[in-house]
């Protein structure tokens, strides 16, 4: 690969991982189950969609506990409805389908912003859209959101199956071990490696740290089991989050008995609507599907519909680099494509349903290694849905192609090349504007230790985020502009140089100001330590 640019070499790297045994058998039954009951009942319309409904619950829950899958599932499949019921409106050429698409895309922007799960929710809203806009539908709306759900809801029941089979409530212990695997590894005063090895370490163990975070402070069960075990995680993460935080600061953890607040749904939206990075990502968006939309409307092309399809899955602000997602999804989508066509040739009607389990089982393990190799087998498996039970010619082979291809063209250049946030300077003019808050740590001198170890994590968990996002500008093609990408850089070592310092003034002062309470027989007193000396009376 050494001859090869390093601009080429992420759109062909590959992931890796043990396969996601449970994972594959499901997704081989779940589609073709659905698409051979659905037909068999009520035609290839009603197998259509709720063929396309199982297909997104088989795609949106990988990770997390039971509820927190469910709700992935269950957000996505109420956008799915809603795209159902009014993605029609996408249809032919006008006024009236363009602004139905800006709002589909300004709607999907907004909510992207509220997480991971809703950020699922909104690309397939705009997935599902451009499919009820663009096929030729028969059924009345009843009857299609009808079909719609029943296919969802079948789908879904299978994943909370195997969810429970699973025992997800064990992910709490698990993401807590993690961390406490990671701080054991650790290295000690006169260990070799110096500062680098340090840094590294801390790089990790904050990742496990976050990822416990996301998973426990912001489940919401159900059982009073699932409850008790929540709350017993609380506690480990406030602790754990602590005891990181005085290893960075270099001073000896004090042991607390609290849990950590979590996240209040209010405040989730809330400080998704001030971040800017919501309405930037809206703004681009935007404009892509415009451009999008009015080449489709002035280019007479069949399944142009295709183009806003490929622009709502190249571009989504928490997965992989634009660029590289999107050159992955044009190879893959021709390659993926030209199967597709074999495949309905080959095997029409009942015929594709052992096509689908294989292409079904394929997509647990690809998605998880290369979003090409996913295209290459999410492809055919669309093409079968969509067209099951009829004949195509390889016209239509050339008209997908032709929409996607335009749709990534978009993408690269108006929602990547063209846009300036793509560039090493708005790194560095975000790295400039995190500096304040960096140093200003601890920002609440009133907040209790746990609180101001939680502010540690996401300032930590920001710069690290500049610093992912400093690693994709510098392997993506164009101008290199390597003296940006150079003070981007040390910038963003100075960001880390200065919340490490930030730490250790904090926690130095804290122990120091905290004296040694007399022995008591109640050491498991439950308080919440503030930065403060502590109430002798509770000793």
């Given amino acids: 690969m050494s001859a090869v640019p390093s601009w080429v070499q992420p759109v062909f790297a590959r992931g890796s991982g043990p396969v996601p045994l449970h994972d594959v058998v499901r997704s081989a039954i779940t ?231 979590p996240y209040p749904v209010p405040e989730i939206a809330a400080a998704a609507l001030r971040n800017k990075a919501t309405w930037n990502f809206a703004l681009r968006l935007e404009i892509c599907l415009a451009f999008g939309e009015i080449i489709r409307q002035l280019l007479p092309i069949g399944h142009g519909y295709w183009i806003l399809l490929t622009i709502a899955l190249s571009l989504k602000p928490d997965l992989a680099p634009v660029f590289v997602r999107t050159m992955q999804r044009a190879i893959g989508t021709i390659a993926g494509v030209g199967l597709g066509w074999i495949a309905v040739v080959l095997a029409p009607g009942y015929a594709a349903l052992p096509i689908l389990a294989v292409l079904g089982a394929a997509i647990p393990y690809t998605v998880r290694r290369s979003y090409g190799w996913f295209s290459v087998v999410i492809t055919p498996q669309i093409f079968l849905i969509l067209d099951l039970g009829r004949r195509i010619g390889p016209g239509v082979l050339g008209e997908r192609i032709l929409a996607t291809v335009i749709g990534c063209l978009v993408v690269v250049t108006v929602g990547n090349a063209l846009w300036p946030a793509t560039w090493a300077s708005a790194i560095c003019r975000d790295a400039a504007a995190l500096k304040a808050a960096v140093a200003a740590f601890p920002r609440d001198h009133g907040a209790t230790v746990a609180e101001i170890c939680e502010q540690r994590l996401r300032a930590a968990t920001a710069v690290e985020a500049l610093r992912a996002r400093l690693q994709v500008r510098s392997t993506e093609p164009g101008v290199r502009q390597t003296g940006r990408l150079k003070r981007a850089d040390k910038q963003i070592r100075d960001l880390e140089d200065t919340l490490t310092a930030s730490v250790r003034t904090w926690a130095a002062t804290t122990i120091a ?23 002798r009376r509770n000793s």
Avoid at 63 to 81: H, Y
Avoid at 142 to 154: D, L, N, Q, T
Avoid at 203 to 225: E, G, K, Y
Avoid at 517 to 522: E, T
């Fill in 31 to 261: 589609v073709p189950l659905i698409v051979g009951v659905s037909y068999a009942l009520a035609g290839p319309q009603a197998s259509l969609f709720a063929a396309i409904a199982a297909l997104l619950v088989v795609l949106s829950e990988r990770s997390g506990t039971t509820g927190q899958r469910a709700f992935k599932s269950g957000a996505g499949l109420a956008a799915g409805v809603l795209a159902m019921a009014f993605g029609p409106l996408t249809a032919g050429a006008g006024l009236k389908p363009f602004a139905t698409v800006m709002l589909f895309g300004l709607v999907a922007s907004v909510i992207s912003g509220f997480g991971a799960a809703l950020s699922f929710a909104g690309m397939q809203m705009l997935v599902q859209m451009s499919i009820a806009g663009g096929v030729v539908i028969s059924l009345p709306i009843r009857e299609r959101i009808v079909c719609y759900i029943a296919g969802g809801v079948v789908a879904l029941a299978g994943a909370i199956a195997q969810s429970w089979w699973e025992r997800t409530d064990q992910l709490y212990g698990q993401a807590i071990e993690r961390v406490r695997q990671s701080i054991a590894t650790w290295p000690r005063p006169g260990d070799p490696g110096g500062s680098s090895v340090l840094t590294e370490h801390r790089r990790t163990t904050d990742q496990f740290l976050a990822q416990a975070r996301d998973l426990i402070l912001t489940a919401r069960p159900r059982t009073q089991r699932r409850r008790n075990l929540l709350q017993q995680a609380d506690c480990e993460y406030a602790q754990l989050s602590v005891d990181v935080t005085f290893l960075i600061g270099a001073q000896p953890p004090p042991r607390m008995l609290v849990a950590a607040r």
């Fill in 513 to 535: 100001g905290w004296p040694q309470p007399a022995p008591s027989a109640d050491a498991t007193v439950r308080r919440e330590m503030r930065h403060e000396p502590p109430d």
